[in-house]
């Protein structure tokens, strides 16, 4: 079952030691957003036991709010070519429940998967226990909780994933056990494995030439690189390198900058900083082994203090509400003025600054956050401006320089909307649904969900039912930078069938017959047909049948129509007596010629309590019966009784007028 906050807080009331075990929060690498695991896109990740924690609540789109991340572990990747995205988590005890959420963080903080809906991909929240995941087999998107008895199915339908995106996978596992899992990624179209070879990118001395800061062209495992720097050598005697350290390597588990420390101060000029086996039996390594090449080497500069450039702007996702900066140098954290004034935001629409931050260590920096009052939500070119702020200061790098006023552009996306409507056109047979969503804002893409595992890429689509019941359609869109998600139900309520009861299967002169209409859905109308020529439109007719020559049997009919101008047909059948009149034949002749052939009391219709008994002329009971249809035919023991007069007698209460009778005869038997 689904990750519901609400049963976390259930296991808090039973037990103090199980509200420690399973609400403290999550403190172990790659059990928060913020240090996922990275990614290689062929490589399986095994977890062999899963920590008890819970973070946050998690916003599941359709599902209601009570979700959360318990006992998670996050993994983290770039998709470097589009398409769709394909893995399976397979338990190591398949009698446990593991949930899954895809987010794209794309120009967003990590952290914002706890509070933007928006940033949602697709899901799994089912209690079906044993494999889950995304795949071809996949009904929806997003699938939301169950109970485990519901069966239903574990894996969503195959989410797309864009080039350049950065995306969280949330593995949450709501069985409260020790046993782990193996995640991998197959099947998929999408590429989210970076093939690009990892090499040393760029290198800059820091301001007093005792270290070197080393920019890599991707991110790197921090546990391949040697804390004592033996991963790297000086071409020059003037100094060697005695360590090295991967920026926020205390609390994640890859980088792609780290500082080299050296034994003494190089004086002002170039200096080449060449890569090597190191004392921990390798260079450099990405997350799929792949290696940075003995012999890399890397060219850098000591020369005097000078103002460090604005570098670049970090790719902008939908609708950013963060705009994060990058140097060439760390910027020192104590200048940036938290209120943002460091900064201004101009283009398409206006935008306020309210804050900056930068990604501290050492209180130094090479990021800047620009925090906006609001996102942005329109498509656009736009300019971040550093100015003088409210401190006296623009900013100031690592070296005391300070950074000269300057602008750099970016581009937004237009947010789309899935919203949609739909018109419902009621059939006799079958219901026709037609959908429509506007694609505003550029939208490409597409994906309908019906009830009853119907699935469309149209941006008009629709599906015929031929059964009734509540529907539900789900829609999701993207333009390929920002995506939505809709869902609606249709209440298919014209369900309709022609039924009715009569007060009893046959008629006598003189009687009353009621026709109780019992049919369902939205009658309008009702065409009934006894038969005989009688008909009626009243709902509940009341009849009176002319009289007959002879027994009739009548087939009753009665049409109805629906408020969509639709009609159905019942039918019933009913006889209509030529008598009620109740008596015994005073002879009968049983010879098989199927006239006379046996005594019973006739016409007994109207009869409760009955009792017929036929004596012979010795007084023995030769026939009893409390049904009148049951006849006797003529024989006693096994054998045939003899001709000559017997004796009946009839007991019985009328069913209308309740008066109870007993009468007294004799018959002939005749041979």
């Not at 993994?75 to 394909?86: E, I, M, N, Q, W």
């Not at 890569?275 to 080497?297: R, V």
Request: hydrophobic share 35%; net charge negative.
């Amino acid at each position: 079952m689904g990750c519901k906050i609400t049963w976390v807080f259930i296991l808090v009331c039973y037990s103090i030691t199980c509200a420690s075990q399973i609400v403290q929060p999550c403190t172990t690498l790659g059990q928060t957003p913020q240090t996922a695991f990275p990614v290689c896109g062929s490589r399986s990740f095994t977890q062999i036991t899963v920590p008890y924690c819970a973070n946050h609540a998690i916003p599941v789109p359709g599902c209601g709010n009570d979700y959360a991340d318990v006992n998670p572990y996050w993994y983290k990747f770039t998709c470097y070519k589009s398409g769709t995205l394909a893995f399976t988590i397979n338990p190591n005890n398949t009698n446990e429940d593991y949930d899954w959420q895809l987010f794209d963080v794309t120009g967003h903080d990590a952290a914002e998967v706890y509070t933007n809906i928006n940033l949602v991909v697709a899901g799994n929240w089912s209690g079906t226990l044993g494999q889950t995941g995304a795949s071809q087999s996949g009904t929806y998107l997003e699938q939301c909780e169950s109970v485990p008895s519901a069966h239903i199915n574990a894996f969503s339908s195959l989410p797309d994933v864009i080039q350049g995106h950065q995306y969280l996978l949330l593995v949450s596992h709501f069985t409260r056990a020790p046993n782990g899992y193996t995640l991998y990624f197959v099947g998929g179209t999408a590429v989210i494995t970076d093939t690009a070879h990892p090499r040393l990118q760029s290198a800059a001395a820091n301001c007093d030439g005792m270290s070197v800061t080393v920019t890599l062209n991707k991110k790197l495992t921090c546990a391949s690189l040697a804390p004592n720097g033996s991963d790297f050598v000086l071409n020059t005697n003037a100094a060697t390198v005695t360590g090295a350290q991967g920026l926020n390597c205390s609390s994640s588990f890859d980088m792609d900058t780290l500082t080299v420390q050296l034994s003494k101060p190089l004086q002002p000029g170039k200096y080449t900083l060449y890569m090597q086996t190191g004392t921990d039996g390798n260079t450099l390594l990405d997350y799929c082994d792949n290696a940075i090449p003995e012999g890399d080497s890397i060219t850098f500069e000591v020369k005097a203090p000078q103002p460090v450039p604005f570098d670049s702007i970090s790719p902008v996702g939908c609708a950013p509400k963060i705009i994060q900066l990058v140097f060439e140098k760390s910027i020192r954290c104590n200048s940036i003025a938290a209120n943002g004034s460091d900064f201004t935001v101009t283009g398409a629409t206006p935008v306020k600054v309210t804050g900056a931050g930068g990604s501290c260590v050492n209180g130094l920096s090479r990021i800047v956050n620009i925090f906006l009052a609001a996102p942005i939500q329109t498509a656009g070119t736009y300019q971040v401006n550093i100015n003088r702020g409210s401190d006296g200061n623009t900013l100031i790098d690592e070296c005391g320089e300070e950074v000269l006023p300057s602008s750099r552009s970016f581009i937004t996306h237009d947010t789309v909307s899935a919203a949609f409507n739909y018109t419902l056109l009621y059939g006799c047979k079958t219901d026709t649904i037609v959908c429509r969503n506007n694609g505003n804002n550029g939208i490409t893409s597409w994906v309908w969900n019906f009830t009853g595992g119907y699935t469309s890429q149209a941006q008009d689509t629709g599906i015929v039912y031929n059964d009734y019941g509540v529907k539900t359609i789900k829609l999701a869109v993207t333009n390929g930078a920002c995506a939505d998600s809709a869902e609606t139900t249709v209440n298919l309520d014209n369900y309709f069938k022609a039924a009715f009861s009569l007060s009893s299967s046959f008629v006598c002169p003189g009687d009353q017959e009621t026709f109780s209409d019992s049919s369902t859905g939205n009658i309008t109308a009702w065409y009934w047909n006894f038969g005989n020529g009688l008909t009626s439109n009243q709902q509940n007719p009341q009849v009176i049948f002319p009289a007959v020559n002879g027994d009739e049997n009548y087939n009753v009919r009665l049409v109805v129509q629906n408020n969509h101008n639709c009609f159905d047909t019942a039918y019933k059948p009913i006889k209509v007596l030529y008598t009620c009149y109740i008596a015994v034949p005073s002879a009968f002749t049983p010879n098989g010629d199927n006239l006379n052939d046996y005594l019973y009391p006739l016409n007994a219709y109207k009869t409760t309590s009955l009792e017929f008994k036929v004596f012979n002329r010795f007084g023995q009971l030769v026939f009893s019966t409390t049904d009148w249809t049951k006849k006797w035919d003529g024989n006693y023991k096994g054998g045939k009784a003899p001709p000559g007069t017997y004796v009946w007698t009839l007991s019985y209460t009328h069913t209308e007028t309740h008066q109870k009778y007993f009468l007294k005869g004799t018959s002939v038997l005749i041979r």
